[in-house]
């Protein structure tokens, strides 16, 4: 399962909001296991919180490149023109780490 602490114990929040919950990957107990609301999401949502992630990892990245050039014109374009492979990559992780 994918959590949202970090190997310095840190816990990675957007907004305020811990990312295991933005992503639906934080556990819950039912009588039959342990689920995480992503998987139990439709194919479609899944890929739309992949999506979502990569647009979250993108503006950290433009905002990052702003601060150390003043344009991120560019890497914006970059990023953009990669979103769907980036969106692949999470998607598989998410969906691998799923069926752990």
Do not use: C, F
């Not at 907004?15 to 295991?20: D, F, I, R, S, T």
């Not at 492979?85 to 780490?97: F, G, L, N, V």
Request: glycine share 6%; hydrophobic share 40%.
């Amino acid at each position: 399962m994918i959590g949202d602490k970090m190997a310095n114990g840190t816990t990675l929040e957007i907004n305020g909001v811990k990312l295991a919950e933005v992503l639906g990957t934080a556990p819950h107990s039912a009588t039959s296991g342990w689920y995480t609301t992503y998987s139990r999401l439709d194919k479609q949502i899944k890929r739309q919180v992949a999506v979502t992630a990569a647009l979250e990892l993108i503006r950290a990245d433009v905002q990052a490149a702003t601060a150390r050039v003043g344009n991120s014109t560019a890497t914006l374009q970059s990023h953009l023109d990669s979103l769907s492979e980036y969106a692949d990559i999470i998607q598989k992780a998410m969906d691998t780490e799923e069926q752990k």
